[in-house]
Nanobody, 123 residues
Framework: QVQLVESGGGSVQAGGSLRLSCVAS????????MAWFRQAPGKEREGVAA????????YYSDSVKGRFTISQDNAKKTVYLQMNSLKPEDTAMYYC????????????????WGQGTQVTVSS
């Protein structure tokens, strides 16, 4: 059984930083893509960032490029999302997802999802 557990969300003022973590268990393939998506109330879920294993190729949405950094610790089976220079429009529920060969920003191509962690940025 694959499980993803996110942590690190919270409330922060604009310009602040947060680091999200996602621990994966039960994934038996050596190849994977782990990604962060977010969903704000009344909006569709959107891809934020993704990282592929084994080559650690990364992708970012235009809205977070230069502010967010995705990384991973393979030994800990953990993926991180460092979020800097946060803006009120970054407010959303953030979800971690894992898949085998997804298009990085296509939510329907990911097999498993975490429960989400809330990020709120106040102006």
């Amino acid at each position: 059984q694959v499980q993803l557990v996110e942590s690190g969300g919270g409330s922060v003022q604009a310009g602040g930083s947060l680091r999200l973590s996602c621990v994966a268990s039960g994934w038996t393939y050596s190849t994977r893509c782990m990604a962060w998506f977010r969903q704000a109330p009344g909006k569709e879920r959107e891809g934020v960032a993704a990282i592929y294993t084994p080559y650690s190729t990364t992708y970012y949405s235009d809205s977070v490029k230069g502010r967010f950094t995705i990384s991973q610790d393979n030994a800990k089976k953990t993926v991180y999302l460092q979020m800097n220079s946060l803006k009120p429009e970054d407010t959303a529920m953030y979800y971690c997802a894992i898949g085998l060969y997804p298009r990085w920003d296509s939510s329907r191509e990911y097999a498993y999802w975490g429960q989400g962690t809330q990020v709120t940025v106040s102006s």
